[in-house]
């Protein structure tokens, strides 16, 4: 992680919250690295890569990799444009939606980090991308779970719906949009449960596989990220009285997967013989 360590150098600090993208990239590599091997090829497909940063980071771990990325929001990462000269030449990223994204290759392994959230159209994603993968290839998505009643990005309690929610915290919602220059973060968000995206899979032809260790990683990274502990902080503290009590591990048995706060799901296509 030289590449990390770099950025996060004094030369950057004035950047705005710089520290919370290194602390993503960083736990993007951990839960990535699984599908690597580093004397193997493979085409990698990043959606909703900001600068590059986790591409960067693997690319460094992983040389063979062959990577692309995906970014519809160019002009929302300018203040990170101070790191981009760290960042290799190779790194190939689209600014559009995935919507007008048209690859000429399949992809070894397609992966999202805290984007699918954001996605209106999410059946749509799950469709494009299906198309987009080889025959062996994985989709990883890693994103909150809203079946778990809480909204991260705001920090606030999910009360029935998000249209009950934001009339309940309309001001707090709109402040915080103000403050963080981040207008229209409300709407963009889709509110989307684990359930959701098994059922979808499992009636269109492809394999859902949730990956509960995401749900100690998570507790570990409270325990560990100072920047996510502090932009997390009321569910750290939760969580904290809840590992005390012993707690954490009866809630990670299978009854209560679908509830977890945090969701880490491989999605791969069916193969003809299960399709019949």
């Known amino acids: 992680m030289e590449l990390l360590k ?8 004035d950047i705005p919250d710089l520290q919370g993208w290194v602390g993503d990239a960083k736990f993007g590599l951990h839960q990535l690295t ?9 085409d990698v497909l990043e959606i909703g890569c900001g600068i590059g940063l986790l591409l960067a980071s693997l690319k460094e771990k992983f040389p063979n990799i062959i990577t692309q990325g995906i ?3 160019k002009a929302g990462f300018e203040r990170l444009k101070a790191t981009k000269n760290l960042l290799p030449k190779s790194i190939s990223i689209n600014y559009l939606k995935f919507e007008d994204f048209k690859p000429n290759k399949k992809y070894d392994i397609i992966y999202s980090v805290n984007v699918f959230e954001h996605l209106l159209n999410w059946k749509l994603y799950l469709d494009k991308t299906k198309e987009w993968l080889k025959p062996n290839g994985v989709n990883v998505i890693l994103c909150p779970n809203y ?14 719906n998000k249209k009950i929610t934001y009339v309940f915290f309309k001001n707090k919602i709109d402040r915080f949009e103000e ?3 981040s207008l229209g973060l409300w709407n963009s968000l ?4 684990m359930r959701n995206i098994k059922s979808y899979c499992l009636n269109n032809e492809m394999k859902f596989k949730y990956c509960n260790n995401i749900f100690n990683d998570i507790i570990n990274r409270l325990d560990e990220d100072k920047e996510f502990q502090n932009r997390q902080n009321f569910v750290g503290f939760i969580a904290k009285n809840l590992k005390k009590l012993g707690v954490l591990k009866f809630l990670n048995k299978n009854t209560f997967h679908s509830f977890h706060p945090y969701m880490k799901i491989e999605i791969t296509k069916k193969s003809s013989n299960e399709k019949n």
Do not use: A, D, T
């Open 190 to 193: 889709n509110f989307i449960k």
């Open 179 to 181: 403050e963080k220059k």
């Open 71 to 73: 970014e519809p929001y």
């Open 34 to 42: 699984q599908y690597f091997n580093k004397n193997n090829k493979y």
């Open 147 to 160: 079946s778990f009643p809480y909204e991260s990005h705001f920090k606030i309690p999910i009360l029935l």
């Open 6 to 13: 770099k950025i996060n150098n004094s030369e950057f600090k």
